[in-house]
């Protein structure tokens, strides 16, 4: 039976814009209050969904959210019509107002955790969407991503869901960021790696002093327990405190795996060895590869800053791998001259394919963070919901619906015009006609 890894990415929803709301995210802070364009932002993440499809991937495509979010402005105590609703939130306090505009269900890395049915306890495909309890814009996305997964993966003989881990920052759960998968084949029972920030019931434990470490050691455990995921493949390891201060946010803006191969700076992990340790024997495979970049190879500002480890790593119809990496990589001498060296190595990386997805980058998102990882069998992925599956006829229809629908332009001004509300609620409801995802909004109840 076939195994693959399907990669399902956000589509950027309608209000996309820059209002540096991520604090601790380097490039969402810098670029606030700058002008977005949401629609070309949709058509850069399409144009990438659709080249990864090209190249003989299943790639899948996963909805974005409803925004504005009137329903929240209304439990904060706004009232009247949508449009004295916008209007009074806008005069009350632009940020929050952006807070419940956010497109930031693009980054589907944190849409959920997701465990392959070889690893879990009862070979189910297993599913926790991320409660991202750290921000207040991405802790209003958990509840419509479970509606959406569910969408997607709809068959309760093959796909288990369970609800977001408890609303608190003492189980912050911020989904795959923080999550990777080491495995022989996809198929094979892996190695599920861990990655927390710092724990919650312990404060003499390393922290960051600058910026918010949002995975907690407590909600780490707890998705593995949740998933059945037993202590033998299982690894728990902490993100260095320091390196979160410059600006890693996120585990897999310093670190990311695929197969057999993990590919990370060496000060990603605050205990390095006993990681690599851990890793090569609860792996039991002869044929690991563990590429680790120095400081001296990438700086720590070089790699936040081109995301070279917010890569994906693909595995091709031939076995061999493939590094999916942001226009900035090119751009950057330093890197793209360790790519080079990279991929002349001996490693099963020996290619590069570079995307301009410069929308999503200037908010701090780049190829990693815009997708979700979905090992499956060729019977589970019989079982996914095929109209969320990219083919040459879903990507026309999805260009021709962005073009229709989503503004050129758009400032944190815009985000108070009622029409947009309007402009957004008509895009979602056509869409999940094309996905056929069924009334996943509230708008839609």
């Known amino acids: 039976m076939k195994n693959i890894e399907v990669n399902f990415d956000g589509l950027v929803g309608p209000t996309h814009n820059y209002a540096g709301l991520s604090e601790g995210n380097v490039a969402s802070v810098s670029s606030a209050k700058n002008t977005s364009s949401p629609k070309n932002a949709a058509l850069q993440g399409l144009k990438k969904m659709k080249s990864l499809c090209d190249l003989g991937l299943s790639q899948g495509v996963f909805a974005p959210q409803e925004r504005p979010d009137i329903y929240t402005l209304k439990r904060l ?10 209007s009074a939130a806008y005069k009350a306090s632009p940020t929050l107002l952006a807070s419940c505009c956010s497109a930031s269900t693009m980054w589907t890395a944190n849409a959920a955790t997701v465990s392959p049915s070889a690893d879990t306890s009862n070979n189910k495909v297993h599913f926790t969407a991320a409660n991202l309890a750290n921000k207040f814009h991405r802790s209003l996305e958990p509840k ?17 869901h369970h609800q977001h881990l408890n609303d608190n920052e003492h189980f912050g759960d911020e989904g795959a960021a923080n999550h990777t998968r080491l495995c022989a084949d996809y198929g094979e ?3 599920e790696i861990f990655t927390f920030g710092r724990y919650a019931f312990d404060k003499n434990k ?46 897999d803006v310093i670190s990311v795996g695929n197969q057999n191969v993990l590919f990370y700076h060496e000060q990603a992990y605050l205990n390095n060895a006993s990681f690599k340790a851990e890793v090569v024997d609860k792996f039991k495979g002869d044929n690991l590869h563990l590429i680790e970049v120095s400081t001296e190879q990438v700086s720590i ?24 990496a942001p226009m900035h990589c090119r751009e950057n001498t330093r890197v793209y ?32 963070c815009l997708r979700l990882r979905v090992a499956l069998t ?53 869409l999940t006609q094309l996905l056929n995802l069924g009334s996943v909004y509230r708008f839609q109840q």
């Open 337 to 368: 001259d360790y790519l080079q060296t990279l991929i002349a190595a001996n490693n099963p990386i020996n290619n590069i394919h570079f995307f301009d997805v410069n929308e999503s980058m200037k908010n701090g998102g780049g190829p990693a």
């Open 206 to 251: 390393p922290r960051p002093q600058k910026y918010p470490a949002r995975q907690t050691f407590e909600a780490s455990q707890a998705i593995a327990r949740l998933h059945g995921i037993t202590d033998n493949n299982a690894i728990f390891v902490q993100q260095n405190p320091d390196v979160i201060d410059q600006g890693v946010f996120h585990n």
């Open 144 to 160: 419509t991503t479970s509606n959406i997964l569910k969408a997607i993966f709809c068959d309760e003989r093959y796909f288990q």
């Open 189 to 191: 029972r892996g190695v």
């Open 77 to 86: 105590g706004f009232h009247g019509s949508d449009a004295q609703i916008l």
């Open 301 to 324: 500002k070089d790699a936040v800053s081109t995301y070279l480890f917010n890569t994906q790593i693909i595995t091709l119809q031939d076995g061999s791998m493939a590094i999916i």
């Open 378 to 430: 060729e019977q589970e992925l019989c079982a996914v919901n095929s109209s969320c599956i990219m083919t040459n006829t879903l990507y026309e229809q999805l260009v021709e619906w962005v073009n229709k629908h989503y503004r050129d332009k758009l400032i944190i001004d815009d985000l108070r015009d009622p029409q947009l509300l309007i402009e957004s609620r008509f895009a979602l409801d056509e």
